[in-house]
């Protein structure tokens, strides 16, 4: 429930007269004796009613590794985990969330259909002509048939027949019968007509559970080529600060704290008007993360009057080189002088997210992640030293998966030995400097997260072999038919057919192709200049 997309979702769905949404989890092992009662499969949160009983299952789907988790929940639930051996007496399954309009095709053997894109605009239309067809009395596969056809952005992955080069390469994929749309177009909300979305559950067993989430806004305009939020997102979208104020008022009456949420709130405009208006009606808020080179000192003290005790910045890479590469936007000197406020003015902790095995990394990119960090340590000391007492720093340290519609949709991913070996030296060279703490993640999950982020629909039956080893990706790899190594350690070509490619979010292949070239060439291009700018073909003409 700590996520916002869901719980908009929830809301918008029960909203309507005619319609009752439940939710369903997956029972922690511990549980699922209480959950799965007398043997009628899995329930529902609010009235208990079998899973297999609805007429529509829907799940959303924020992270690749919640894949596993979707098998878990139609076999608890009673319902056939493949789409063809669904009947007409089986619910329908919907897939929605951002990994499935990146790439759903892994997914594809296990769903109906998915709704690509955000849910505000599409969800009305969809419900009206399922309803409608629900009951209609056709087929199962005449449902699907019109549906495809009537509502855009929704995909029916049975109605297309995919073949393949003898290389392994996709050669085509083409709808099986006419009036199949060949491209799904993503529909967006527009910025100024959908309400800003906030919470509407508080429950103390989630995290963030004791907060209303306020969204001020959508995407990002800062364009970093690895990040995929920021290209599906496009173009990015801020509420006007009226509403966001109505928005905050509104929250407040819910609950004293709240949390906001965007891809880079401090470049929100009027963000310093906004967070006073909070403190001023006895509020506090907290900010997961910041852009170091939008953060100011007025939003520092907001943030330590609400309690926040760390801050949390992305240099992503360690080098100047590197973080042109990934189109960062920003200097070393940008990065110190934010750590000088947030040390100095505050006395914060600091929480640094960086990456490892990005596209075209060296050894002088990982040793100036080291270099980095003891700039920044040294000047956390300095500025510290009137308070004697130094504020922590912590690292997080992650693996770089290529991800679908980004320019670096066409590298692979590093070897994990590769990465474990460089893992194994930063944690050497950093440890060395007291008052660091370092997380790495794990090289394999991240292998693992890469195979579901550019496989194709192939790679469905590794997922079930995970399903049926319960859980255990080493033997279903081992065991597979499909080489995985293929989607994740090899670099694909720059005419090749993508599995995603039917996806229309608008963006221009030549436009990411130009892109991944000049990243390349360490070479930055222009952030997003919403009204000015028309360079990838997500805004209008
Ligand atoms: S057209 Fe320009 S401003 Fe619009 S989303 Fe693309 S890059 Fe951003």
Redesign the pocket.
């Known amino acids: 429930m700590s996520s916002l997309g869901f719980q908009v979702l929830y809301h918008l769905l029960n909203r309507r007269k005619t319609i009752v949404a439940e939710r369903v989890f997956l029972p922690e092992p511990r549980e699922e004796s209480l959950l799965l009662e007398g043997g009628r499969g899995l329930g529902s949160l609010e009235s208990r009613s079998p899973l297999s009983r609805f007429d529509l299952v829907a799940f959303s789907l924020p992270f690749e590794n919640d894949y596993p988790g979707v098998l878990k929940i139609l076999e608890a639930g009673r319902i056939p985990l493949l789409a063809g051996e669904r009947d007409e007496s089986d619910p329908f399954v919907l897939g929605g969330g951002i990994t499935t309009f990146l790439n759903p095709e892994p997914l594809s053997p296990f769903f109906d259909f998915f709704l690509l894109g955000e849910a505000e605009p599409i969800l009305d239309r969809f419900l009206e002509v399922f309803r409608e067809v629900l009951h209609s009395g056709g087929s199962r596969r005449e449902i699907l048939r019109i549906l495809a056809r009537r509502v855009p952005s929704l995909y029916v992955p049975s109605l297309y027949r995919v073949t393949y080069n003898e290389d392994g390469t996709l050669r085509s994929r083409e709808p099986v019968e006419p009036g199949i749309p060949e491209r799904i177009p993503v529909v967006r909300s527009h910025p100024l007509q959908a309400p800003v979305s906030t919470s509407a559950i508080l429950t103390p067993d989630t995290p963030f559970g004791d907060r209303v989430l306020v969204e001020l806004g959508r995407g990002c ?1 800062r ?1 970093c080529r690895f990040c995929a939020a920021g290209y599906v997102y ?3 979208r801020t509420h006007p600060e009226s509403r966001l104020r109505r928005a905050v008022d509104t929250a407040l009456e819910k609950s004293r704290r709240l949390g906001l949420l965007s891809a880079a709130v401090s470049d929100t405009p009027g963000i310093e008007r906004l967070t006073a208006r909070i403190l001023e009606k006895g509020g506090t808020f907290s900010v997961s993360s910041v852009r170091a080179d939008s953060l100011t000192p007025v939003l520092l003290d907001h943030l330590k009057a609400s309690g926040q005790k760390t801050l949390a910045f992305a240099p992503e890479a360690g080098s100047e080189r590197l973080r042109r590469v990934i189109n960062k936007h920003l200097s070393e000197e940008e990065i110190l002088r934010a750590v000088r406020l947030a040390a100095g003015r505050g006395g914060f902790g600091l929480r640094l997210y960086l990456m490892i095995g990005l596209p075209t990394e060296t050894r002088e990119d990982l040793e100036a992640i080291r270099d980095l960090v003891k700039a920044i340590k040294h000047h956390v000391v300095k500025e510290s030293s009137t308070r004697g007492r130094i504020g922590k720093i912590h690292l997080s340290v992650n693996c770089f998966v290529p991800k679908a519609f980004t320019p670096f949709q066409w590298f692979p991913m590093e070897q994990v030995e590769t990465l474990k070996e460089k893992q194994k030296w930063l944690k050497k060279v950093l440890l060395r400097e007291g008052g660091v703490t370092v997380h790495f993640d794990v090289p394999r999950w991240a292998y693992v997260q890469a195979l579901l982020s550019m496989g194709d629909r192939r790679v469905g039956s590794i997922l079930r072999k995970v399903h049926e080893a319960g859980g255990d990706w080493r033997k279903a790899l081992r065991y597979s038919d499909i080489n995985p190594d293929f989607f994740v350690y090899r670099p694909k070509g720059l005419e090749e057919l993508l599995p995603w490619d039917f996806i229309d979010h608008g ?1 221009r292949r030549e436009h990411l192709r130009k892109e991944y070239e000049l990243a390349l060439e360490a070479r930055e291009s ?1 952030t ?3 009204g ?8 209008p003409r």
């Open positions: 305009g364009s496009r173009p990015p963006i222009e997003c200049r919403v000015e700018c028309r360079r990838c073909g997500v805004c």
